[in-house]
Nanobody, 119 residues
């Protein structure tokens, strides 16, 4: 069994900052790519940022320069630091990870955490 548990969402005023965390737990041997996605009402789920096990990062154009993804491999945790938040950042944020378990690597998702940015 593998679980991804997010925390850190909430209501914040435009211009503010939040940090999301996502911790993986359970029986697995390694975690490869980790990422954050988001989904606003009526929209498709979109990639916000991703990070490889070695630390290479990738960002959506809409968040470049404002969001920073990082990870702590010893804690099996990925973070998303969000600065200069805008109302259009309002969405449910989902953690995603490629996790190797019993010789098989597959995608796992967290339950999501709501981020609401007020204007």
């Amino acid at each position: 069994q593998v679980q991804l548990v997010e925390s850190g969402g909430g209501l914040i005023q435009a211009g503010g900052s939040l940090r999301l965390s996502c911790a993986a737990s359970g029986d697995f041997s390694s975690i490869n790519r980790m990422a954050w996605y988001r989904q606003a009402p009526g929209n498709r789920r979109e990639l916000v940022a991703s990070i490889s096990r070695g630390g290479s990062t990738n960002y959506a154009d809409s968040v470049k320069g404002r969001f920073t993804i990082s990870r702590d491999n010893a804690k099996n945790t990925v973070y998303l630091r969000m600065n200069s938040l805008k109302p259009e950042d309002t969405a449910v944020y989902y953690c995603n990870a490629d996790i190797r378990r019993q010789y098989i690597t597959r995608d796992y998702w967290g339950q999501g955490t709501q981020v609401t940015v007020s204007s």
